[in-house]
Structures are given as structure tokens and as C-alpha cells.
């Protein structure tokens, strides 16, 4: 027995130790590969993956603000988990169980499931799921949580990142996409499989729509090192144009 719980904390050791170490690497270092982009090719049987990484700077200011306002509104008040969501979602899901469920996953969670895990909704993969999330809210800034997030998450079939998916679906770099544009990507980043950015459907538009609307309402997004006070909305800027 005694051998038994030997075993047991090196093994617990080494997983802490791995993913600590492995959440402090990815602070610096760009993400270019993830278990989802592995996964996909498994089920796609091909080894195509577009994907490029850019820093934050050099993507459209408009995107940070259009993500919040489709997927993480209070993103830079939380520090990972969105408790006033949590319990929205749980009423609505408990009132409404033969509707659609709506979820309550926020950006710092997705980024640890795209970048550390793998999709599912299994109790174990959500343990980790909150494991890695106080991680990297605790080791990772805001800006750099957005930065692995917009480079990462599947914007389409086979890619990967918002420089990929300026690219292929609107030929052009992350840095030129217009608000309009940024707004009708964010509307696809629930199902981007099933929605597509390139080809809109008139129930895309009118998520775009939607989005557009909520970003008048969020500042912009502060740079690295910049405060964030949600009374002043630091930089006095707000994404109207």
C-alpha cells in the first residue's frame, strides 16, 4: 500500500509540475500546434492545417471587442469563470429542457480547452478544463489570453487562428479586417463548422448584426500593461466606428 501512494504522489507531482511548467512556456512561446488541430485531421484523414500566428498588435483592434461582445462580455472583469452566466445559463436550461442549452464558457476556458485539452463534455475533461483555466488566469495576462484565443480557436474547416481565416475567407491580413468583418467572424465562433464567414446565411447576418450593436457598448481593448477600470473605460475609446 505504502508503494501504492508512492506512485501516486510522483505521479501527481509530475502531472503538476508538467502543466504548471507547460501554462508558463506557452506565456511566451506562440501555440502552432493543438490537440484539436490533431484531432481534426484524424477525423478528416488529411494533414491540412492553415494557420498562422501574428501578435495581438498586429490584428484588427475591432476583433478583441467583437469576440467579448459575441462570446465573453465581462472577459476583462472575470478572472476565468463567469459565475453570473453560470447561473443564467443553469435557470435557463433547467426552464427551457427540450430548447436550445445555452452555455456559459468563457474565453480564458476555451483557450484552455483549445490549447491543453481536447473537445468533449465529459466531468473529467471539465475537471481539467477548470484546472488549466485558474492556470492561466493566474500565470497568463488578459492580453496575452486573447492573443493565444484569436490564434488558436477553428474559425473553419482546417483553420485555425484569425489570420488564417482573413486569408481564406476575405483575402485579406487580421490587421485589415474591417468591424463589419470582425463582427460576422465572431458570429460563427459557435458552431464554425457549421457556420461560415465566407459564405454568411441570413441568420449569420443577423448575429453580425447583433454583435455590431453590443461592441458600441465595450471599450476597446487595453494594451499589455495598460489598466483597465470598468467605471473610466481606460483609454476613454469605444469601437463606434
Known sequence: MKILFKYIRW?????????ILAVVFYRFVP??????????????????IHHHWVPLDEMSPHMPVAVMASEDVRFLLHHGFDFDAIEKAAVHNMT?????KHGASTITQQT???????????WVRKGFEVYFTALIELLWSKQRIM???????????????LDACAEYNFGKT???LTRSECALIAA???????FSSKYPSAYMRKRQSRIKHEMRYIPSFPKEGEDYNPQTSSGGIYSTK
Open 11 to 19: 505521479i501527481a507531482g509530475l502531472f503538476f509540475a508538467s502543466t
Open 31 to 48: 501555440v502552432y500546434l493543438t490537440p484539436l488541430m490533431i484531432i481534426r485531421c484524424v477525423e478528416t484523414g488529411t494533414l491540412t
Open 96 to 100: 427551457n429542457k427540450h430548447g436550445r
Open 112 to 122: 484552455a480547452k483549445n490549447v491543453f485539452l481536447w473537445p468533449g463534455r465529459s
Open 147 to 161: 492573443e493565444v484565443y484569436l490564434n488558436s480557436i477553428e474559425m473553419g474547416s482546417s483553420i485555425y487562428g
Open 174 to 176: 487580421a490587421s485589415e
Open 188 to 194: 460563427t465562433l459557435p458552431n464554425p463548422r457549421k
